[in-house]
């Protein structure tokens, strides 16, 4: 098996658990590791593009790297968002999970949420 | 890429028209950051106008005769540059939201300016910066024609859109914006696991570039099959719309207004970017049935919501989940099942007049049920009755944005409906003429429900615990105006 097999496999479980993790798990913080985690393997994925050179036949590509540095910086400041969100719902509300599910029916309303 | 370095584009006058929709309004957020939430407003309203001119020029310079505008960013061809792109669907989406923000600054003033003698909140920089910068940001979205920074104009789109939600600071709002942060990450970041699997395999992110390359393998498959995945989320199309009603429900009115009639049609503007422009050959009839399914299960699913919905402002949420839905039939009325791929014709234009009259009506309606919401203090519709009589002007309002999302002549919904119903009729797919009146009906029902509480008597007459500004109100009106306007177009330029 090549490296970059390798490690696009690992990129897929990534994107795999990160995905599981953000749509299943009811805490807030958990799902916004999983997101992490799902970037993660996304950034990855990235790089295994530049390993091999990408379509152009390249011994490897720079275009993917560059572009990981960018994704990095939007996901960090996603994460830093999240974070400030959770910790001021935390602080106002004492309760720091999204667990009831947003109210379909006849009840929505905003002291529901 | 050794064939595209350094390689000097000669950028046309015009192109720097593409720079200036962007880089305007994040210039005036700035200025509004450095002078205070004191300033902000006076900063934002006098941006608006020439952020207003800006799109008017692109729109004279690309909706009369076809023509297309291009950029190079620093005169770098792609691949390796990143081009900006204006054509027709593009045009036509920067003057609207180009219309329906500088509305929305208007609408605000009353809300988030601050009178002398007050001391400064935070409200009134957070709005208007942010506001400025979903402009621009929507901006970019239109005129990106690369698929990276596409992801990027998503993102700071996010970012902007978010804390829109939760200008209050109450509990239930933070938790809501904090539900729609998650929803957005979820969908921008299959876009750009779609985008990375694209790159890979045909080394360039340029979306014209990416046209001429694409071959229907199976990596083409996962990847667009993901980012549309993604997109829908953002686009809160039926089943992934959880996050909008109740990201609605405690948002400001002129925040909600932009987040309807706006943000969400952003993203769908790149699912038809990607599935019209960048990959137009890949799909096949089952894919485009699948998606008009969707968007059949969003107008009922938000249709019948609406309809049991006790607050006016869930009622006008749910109904921009049905009116999404109604974005999603153009797909198969499009595809060419002979050619065996989408072909830009009655049932794009339709589609695309079906989202710029949603955004004017809903615009105008969430404005409206904002200003009663303000001026009763409460939203509840079975308390409505006397409205008609008190602020006949809002109600007028709400009915004229109700008109043109029911689709009733001349309305641009009208126009759009009939365009789809065509589509459908000469391709020979009855059933999503079934969904299309059906639907109607269901639209119809909703927006008299509210009409009908709304022109009930009391036997006292209503109290208003708050007047609310003219002017705010004339500014709901004008842009519901617009949405049913925009049905005469039919006999002007684009005849």
């Given at each position: 098996m090549s490296s970059t097999t390798l490690f696009g496999m690992c990129a897929a479980a990534l994107v795999g658990l990160g995905l599981y993790g953000l749509l299943i798990h009811p805490q807030t913080l958990r799902r916004i590791v999983a997101f992490n985690l799902l970037g993660g393997g996304v950034f990855l994925m990235f790089g295994v593009v530049a390993r091999r050179g990408a379509a152009a036949g390249m011994a490897s590509?720079?275009?993917?790297?560059?572009?990981?540095?960018?994704?990095?910086?939007?996901?960090?400041?996603?994460?830093?968002?999240?974070?400030?969100?959770?910790?001021r719902l935390f602080a106002d509300s004492g309760?720091?999970?999204l667990r009831s599910p947003p109210h379909d029916g006849v009840a929505a309303d905003r002291t529901h949420v | 890429m050794p064939d595209s370095l350094a390689v000097p584009l000669a950028n046309p006058s015009g192109g720097l028209w593409l720079v200036a929709a962007i880089v305007w309004p994040v210039l005036a957020a700035l200025l509004a950051i450095c002078s205070g939430g004191r300033l902000a407003d006076r900063i934002a309203l006098l941006a608006m106008p020439i952020g207003l001119g800006i799109a008017v020029a692109i729109a004279m310079a690309v909706l009369p005769v076809g023509h297309v505008l291009t950029y190079a960013v620093g005169g770098w061809n792609p691949p390796l540059g990143i081009l900006l792109r204006a054509d027709t669907l593009s045009a036509a989406m920067l003057l609207t939201a180009a219309i329906v923000i500088c509305a929305t600054g208007i609408f605000a003033r009353g809300a988030f300016s601050l009178r002398a003698g007050t001391p400064e909140t935070r409200g009134s920089l957070a709005f208007w910066t942010?506001?400025?910068?979903?402009?621009?940001?929507?901006?970019?979205?239109?005129?990106?024609?690369?698929?990276?920074?596409?992801y990027v104009a998503l993102e700071l789109l996010t970012f902007a859109a978010v804390p829109l939600v939760c200008l209050d600071g109450s509990a239930a709002t933070l938790a809501a914006a904090l539900r729609y942060l998650l929803f957005a990450l979820l969908?921008?970041?299959?876009?750009?696991?779609?985008?990375?699997?694209?790159?890979?395999?045909?080394?360039?992110?340029?979306?014209?570039?990416?046209?001429?390359?694409?071959?229907?393998?199976?990596?083409?498959?996962?990847?667009?099959?993901?980012?549309?995945t993604g997109l829908l989320a953002k686009t809160a199309l039926f089943p992934l719309h959880l996050w909008l009603p109740p990201a609605h429900a405690g948002a400001p009115p002129a925040a909600s207004a932009v987040l309807s009639a706006l943000v969400v049609k952003a993203s769908f503007f790149l699912v038809i970017r990607l599935w019209f422009d960048a990959m137009p050959g890949l799909w096949n009839s089952l894919a485009t049935q699948l998606l008009a399914a969707l968007g059949a299960g969003a107008i009922f699913y938000g249709s019948v919501l609406a309809l049991r919905q006790q607050r006016l402002?869930?009622?006008?949420?749910?109904?921009?989940?049905?009116?999404?839905?109604?974005?999603?039939?153009?797909?198969?009325?499009?595809?060419?099942?002979?050619?065996?791929?989408?072909?830009?014709?009655?049932?794009?234009?339709?589609?695309?007049?079906?989202?710029?009259?949603?955004?004017?009506?809903?615009?105008?309606?969430?404005?409206?049920?904002?200003?009663?919401?303000?001026?009763?203090?409460?939203?509840?519709?079975?308390?409505?009755?006397?409205?008609?009589?008190?602020?006949?002007?809002?109600?007028?309002?709400?009915?004229?944005?109700?008109?043109?999302?029911?689709?009733?002549?001349?309305?641009?919904?009208?126009?759009?409906?009939?365009?789809?119903?065509?589509?459908?009729?000469?391709?020979?797919?009855?059933?999503?003429?079934?969904?299309?009146?059906?639907?109607?009906?269901?639209?119809?029902?909703?927006?008299?429900?509210?009409?009908?509480?709304?022109?009930?008597?009391?036997?006292?007459?209503?109290?208003?615990?708050?007047?609310v500004s003219r002017y705010r109100e004339l500014t709901a009106l004008i842009l519901s105006l617009m949405a049913v306007l925009l049905g005469l177009i039919a006999f002007g330029p684009l005849a």
């Open positions: 590509d720079p275009v993917p790297q560059a572009l990981v540095i960018t994704g990095v910086v939007v996901a960090f400041s996603a994460t830093a968002l999240a974070i400030a969100l959770l910790l309760d720091a999970s | 942010l506001l400025l910068a979903v402009w621009s940001a929507m901006n970019l979205v239109f005129l990106g024609n690369d698929l990276f920074n596409l969908g921008s970041v299959l876009y750009l696991l779609g985008t990375g699997l694209l790159y890979g395999a045909y080394g360039t992110l340029d979306i014209t570039l990416l046209a001429a390359r694409v071959r229907p393998d199976f990596a083409t498959w996962v990847a667009a099959a993901v980012m549309t402002k869930l009622l006008i949420a749910y109904s921009t989940v049905a009116q999404i839905g109604y974005l999603f039939l153009m797909f198969p009325l499009a595809f060419d099942p002979i050619a065996g791929r989408l072909q830009a014709g009655i049932a794009l234009t339709g589609g695309l007049l079906q989202t710029v009259s949603h955004a004017f009506a809903k615009a105008g309606m969430f404005m409206a049920a904002g200003l009663v919401a303000t001026a009763i203090g409460h939203d509840r519709i079975a308390g409505l009755a006397g409205i008609g009589r008190a602020m006949p002007i809002s109600l007028f309002a709400f009915g004229l944005a109700g008109v043109s999302l029911i689709g009733l002549p001349p309305s641009g919904g009208f126009l759009a409906k009939w365009l789809l119903l065509s589509a459908a009729i000469a391709s020979g797919q009855w059933w999503w003429v079934a969904v299309l009146v059906i639907g109607g009906l269901f639209t119809g029902a909703y927006v008299l429900l509210v009409l009908v509480r709304a022109m009930g008597t009391t036997e006292a007459p209503l109290i208003l615990h708050v007047s």
